[in-house]
């Protein structure tokens, strides 16, 4: 019997090993730069992630905060096809937002699936359903990915999404060997601070974010991160994907991919602060970066729909408007949108 148990001892933590390996993802291979050593990416102030120690403490100590789980099929209104009389958002869920501006349909980070997770039987849940039924998406153009993690790159939904619509993909860094590996073609990769055009009036460029990736155990940091600022002459969009805070990150992108009409910011996964703070801004970070940005409206996301922190269900928000009232900002400068709503800003 002792030897049963103390195989199963052993055996765990190996299979844990194998697995991991595994699911990991390919390594980015190029020059050095000030982010990349030529093994792995590095942050802005060189700031990083907490390791596994740190990981074992939280996962020992967790409080977790209340989530309630309400899978509801409360769709919002089907989706216009086709708008250029603006910017018009749609909150899916998450970090997944329908952008459509100047006749393009753009899709950041989609995810309709069950679990964030390399598994279908665990790993953070769908607490709320998407606010858009996929089959109600409009054409897409252009599905644009800020890292790899699972609930930003979830391979279920880009199979569904390459499948109905065949998008260019952007992604930062490292991760088209990745998406090659799974058959998916029309991708283009890009550094922090580069330019490419997405369609007449229209350009991306990539920005820095404060980050890690990693799909498994042996490729932490081996692909970039970041966020992006959409350009066009109705008015520039930043969508920041995850990141921690870095104030002087955040007032150059302001500087140099100014003005900025609407920013997409995430509020959520931040508690507790120890551990998340070098990786996911609170909701008073975002209001400090809505401000050093000068974005003219911010847009609320990474938030409601998985448990992937202590922060419970409601709490970014409310955190979001104790913040917004200490900074005396009017509530409409920063909001928060259900899922399936949507938001159109006129012209500058």
Partial sequence: MVMVIVGLVLAVPLAMVIVGMYISGPRYRGPESDHFDGVNFINPGR???????????????????????????????????HFKDGIRITFVNHSTFLIQVEGLNILTDPVWCKRV????????????????????????????????????????????????????????????????????????????????????RVKIQAVPAQHFSGRGFLDRDKTLWCGYVFKSGLGNIYFAGDTGYNEETFKDIGTRCGPIKVSILPIGAY????????????????????????????????????????????????DLNDALRRAQLNPESFIVLKEGDFRVFEPS
């Fill in 47 to 81: 700031v990083k992630a907490k390791g596994g120690l740190a990981l074992v403490r939280w996962m020992l100590n967790r409080k977790r905060g209340y989530w309630r789980e309400d899978l509801t099929e409360n769709y919002g209104k089907h989706p216009l096809g």
């Fill in 117 to 200: 997770s390399p598994f279908s039987w665990i790993g953070p849940k769908r607490m709320r359903m998407p606010g858009i039924r996929f089959d109600d998406l409009p054409r897409i153009h252009l599905v644009i990915l800020s890292h790899n993690h699972y609930d930003h790159l979830d391979l279920e939904t880009m199979r569904m999404v390459f499948g109905a619509h065949h998008p260019r993909i952007i992604a930062p860094l490292g991760v088209k060997e990745f998406l090659d590996q799974h058959y998916f073609s029309g991708v283009t990769e890009v550094d922090w601070w580069e330019e490419i055009e997405a369609k007449d």
């Fill in 271 to 318: 508690e507790p602060k120890w551990f998340m703070s070098p990786i996911h801004v609170s909701p008073e970070e975002a209001v400090k970066i809505h401000c050093e940005l000068g974005s003219e409206i911010s847009v609320a996301a990474h938030h409601g729909t998985f448990p992937l922190a202590d922060d419970g269900e409601v709490d970014p928000v409310d």
